[in-house]
């Protein structure tokens, strides 16, 4: 067990889960690297090496390389004069047979020499190169993946985070993000983009959602044949929200450690996972140069849960909610406020909630489908004619005092929002239509936020 919970871990971030994998730029002289048919086969010897002596799962390692080989000798890579096209290529093909993200190689001879440069240690350490001046400005410009922080309606903290940038460096403005979001009522942490990273951030960050230390995950490392397990931290920066509503987005581009969190949380039940399945990338990877300038980055351990020994390896995380990507939020928004809604206790709380939440809910899912027999029960005159409700292409319509015909959306099959653009959606007022026994439209009741009503008669 290792009781450091700061340990860091390179699950790769932007390389690993974009749709066209970047390569570092070469320099002019390493440019002239000639990349013939021997250096080809010098380089996919090297790969099944490495996977021959650390690859995660051996099993597979005999199907890969005679892949690999088999893509060498049809001339797959002939063609192929410019290294970065090379380790393009040979990503695509290693991805393709073991469906493991993160595998992959790049051409990078300066990371190469230094990590020949640096001592070795075994991948259970998670030991990492220092990051360069230039990775540490990039890490500063981004604001280390912090990417948005707001206060939405309903008192809802949200986080858009792009990363797991390792928290040595990230430390501060993490503990800064999660403090911004203490006196929320619900937090939506949005993990859409986020293809993963280290560790240690991961556990700083979940360490706010619990009370006090709990396990998080345990990592399988076939080097040494060692289990260990990670925890959260015993004490953070600031104030913890072990009972704040918690809601984290996900896409297909979410991966690695964006999974592992999402993962864990939803398995305690801490937090509810809306949007789309995940990547499916369960696995660690260690970085080993190749030869010839070019580094072969090779999964080396498994995270799991220690008690089901399940983990996310190609299944992915799963939602609780399934919604398409660029809807999550909405719905999560939504979600969440309804979630307040049941329990809250104060009368002024309740009322600003039940106002708020149908709004939310036609932003996620659009105006409920009224059956138009039901809307044509509600057409007619109201308020001495002062009030014009009519069907216009199966649209109902409200004309009033101001003289302009607004549309009606459905928030329920007898609440509909008044559209008016000319104010905010929250003081747009609502129309509510009575009927009596019999199934008559009686009134049209006109609703504002503060609970108000006015009632206007029907005309006969």
Known sequence: ??????????????WLFCPCTVFPQTSQSEQQLVIDSQLRKRIIDQIGRSLQDKYIEPEKVTDINLYMQTRLKNGAYDKLDDPGDLAQALTKDLRTVSKDLHL????????????????????????????????????????YSFQKLEIMRGNIGYLDLRSFVDATYSKD??????????????????????????????????SYFYPDRVEWLARYHRDGNKTLSDWTLRDVPGKRMPNVDLFLLTSSETGSAAEGFAFRLQQQKRARVIGEKTSGAGYGNK??????????????????????????QTTGVPPDVASPAARALAVAHSEAVKTLLLKATDAKRKQQ????????????????????????????KYDNGKIDVSLDQDQ?????????????????????????????????????????????????????????????????
């Open 396 to 460: 109902l319509s409200f004309l009033g005092a101001s003289g302009i015909k607004r549309r009606m959306l459905a928030l329920g099959e007898d609440l509909f929002l008044v559209e008016d653009s000319s104010v905010s959606p929250e003081r747009q007022a609502r129309a509510r239509f009575v009927m009596d026994s019999d199934g008559v439209v009686t009134e049209l009741r006109l609703l504002v936020a503060d609970g108000r009503s006015f009632p206007r008669a029907r005309m006969r």
């Open 353 to 380: 909630l039940s106002w708020l939440s149908p709004l939310l809910e036609l932003e996620a899912y659009g105006p409920k489908q009224i059956p138009i027999p039901v809307l044509r029960r509600y057409v007619g």
């Open 104 to 143: 992959f190689v790049t051409y990078d001879p300066a990371l190469a020499k230094r990590i020949l440069a640096a001592p070795q240690s075994p991948s259970y350490e998670l030991k990492e190169l220092p990051p360069t001046e230039e990775s540490l400005a990039e890490m500063r410009a981004t604001n």
């Open 173 to 206: 403005t993490a503990a800064a993000a999660m403090n911004f979001l203490a006196n929320t009522d619900a937090v939506i942490v949005d993990l859409r983009r986020n293809p993963g990273g280290f560790i240690n951030l991961e556990l700083f960050l979940a």
């Open 1 to 14: 067990m290792n009781s450091n919970p700061l340990v860091c871990l390179c699950l790769f971030l932007i």
């Open 287 to 312: 970085e080993t140069p190749i030869g010839d300038g070019f580094v072969f980055y090779v999964s080396v351990f498994r995270q799991f849960d220690r008690q089901s020994g399940r983990g996310w």
